[in-house]
């Protein structure tokens, strides 16, 4: 079986990094955490990352949980079955992990 996008079934090409990356090409949040997505539905994150600001990335927590809203969003509309692999649940564990020690740091 090809492997499916998550967002609508067709035929994945990419890989969508859900909290995505700062600004300059740098490296991204959580480099492990994706999921397989076909072309057009890896734009459309960023594209709704920038039509509600979330392109611009100033505290890095809060840019974070902000994409990560917009991909919860995003999963909802679906009616496909869950194609989640467990490492995206695992890398996604350790996403929120890592922004909870993040803001429990400052305090
Ligand atoms: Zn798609």
Do not use: H, I, K
């Given at each position: 079986m090809k492997a499916q996008c998550v967002y609508c079934g067709q035929p994945a090409t990419e890989q969508d990094h859900l909290t995505g990356r700062p600004?300059?090409?740098?490296?991204?949040?959580?480099?492990d955490l994706w999921v397989l997505?076909?072309?057009?539905c890896n734009k459309v994150a960023f594209q709704s990352w920038r039509a509600l600001g979330f392109d611009?990335?100033?505290?890095?927590?809060?840019?974070?949980?902000r994409r990560l809203g917009v991909f919860?969003?995003?999963?909802?509309?679906?009616?496909?079955?869950?194609?989640?692999?467990p490492s995206?649940?695992?890398a996604l564990a350790r996403c929120f992990t890592e922004i909870a020690d993040d803001i429990e740091g400052r305090q």
């Open positions: 600004a300059g090409n740098r490296p991204y949040f959580d480099v997505a076909c072309g057009a611009r990335v100033g505290d890095t927590a809060v840019a974070r949980l919860a969003a995003r999963m909802s509309d679906r009616e496909l079955p869950d194609a989640l692999q995206c649940w695992a």
